[in-house]
């Protein structure tokens, strides 16, 4: 890491870049932990494989990443030791279960938890490096609003935010949501309502998030905020035993009605 910038110097804030020829690119976050976010992640990568889609989902939960704990892997290599020119991008690049390809962070590394100019612009050169060599990056992004996770939203030319019918994890969806149409001017915001209960809960939730994004962000003249429901998870055992058993479900429990959301989550992307 660069030993030339004071850590007590302010960060600007990110910006939204314009996209660059290559990988669809879909920033997958949550206003909360807790929610299945890469979970979903990972089965969604698994899905698109699935269509011939070629994929590589890249942790960019930097410092607190989880995503080799779903997956089973033990990594000799990550996205700290390409930082830190250890390891090439090539050697860091994985194949995981599922058909796809991962790209890990290192677990605790606490020089990550903020968004210095030394590893946003690593970052950044990274997302260029990756993005001509396939069809989808999935960025694992951490949840919250901190500088690091908006940082990496702003990097995606899509967004997906996780959410379950929980209270507070309604109410941290709406503050992610209400940051990224304020801050990055997004105007376009898919959302996944995971453990819904009941078929039909999906779409009251994103109706009522709706509402309330349109009385406190308003659209600018000439322009429309839309939060748009792209997936609906029943709450399923499935899922539960794939979790513990650190197992896709996918592929353990391609049938189960958890999987057919994601693989529907897959087809609306695709289509």
Request: aromatic share 4%; net charge positive; proline share 6%.
């Amino acid at each position: 890491m660069s030993t030339t910038h004071d850590p007590a110097a302010p960060t600007p804030p990110p910006v939204a870049r314009p996209a660059r020829a290559g990988a669809r690119t879909l920033a997958i976050t949550s206003g909360k932990g807790g929610v299945g976010k890469t979970f979903v992640t990972a089965n969604l990568a698994a899905a698109l494989a699935a269509r011939g889609q070629k994929v590589l989902v890249l942790d960019a939960d930097l410092g607190l990443a989880n995503l080799d704990v779903v997956l089973n892997l033990h990594p000799k290599l990550t996205l700290h030791d390409v930082f830190t020119e250890k390891a090439t991008l090539d050697q860091a690049i994985l194949p995981a279960p599922g058909g796809f390809s991962v790209l890990l962070a290192g677990s605790g590394m606490v020089e990550y938890s903020r968004l210095t100019p030394d590893v946003r612009d690593k970052l950044l050169h990274i997302i260029d490096m990756v993005k001509p060599r396939f069809d989808w990056v999935l960025l694992d992004t951490g949840a919250g609003i901190s500088d690091v996770v908006l940082f990496a939203v702003s990097l995606a030319t899509d967004v997906l935010v996780v959410a379950t019918p929980e209270p507070t994890s309604l109410t941290d969806a709406y503050a992610t949501i209400k940051v990224l149409a304020t801050q990055q001017q997004r105007r376009h915001v898919g959302l996944v309502v995971n453990q819904a209960n009941r078929v039909g809960e999906g779409k009251l939730i994103c109706s009522q998030l709706q509402q309330v994004l349109m009385r406190f962000v308003g659209p600018t003249p000439g322009q429309t905020f839309r939060l748009e429901l792209w997936g609906e998870i029943k709450a399923d055992l499935a899922v539960r035993q794939a979790v513990l058993k650190r197992q896709l479900m996918l592929e353990n429990y391609p049938g189960c009605d958890a999987a057919q959301a994601i693989k529907a989550l897959a087809n609306k992307l695709i289509g």
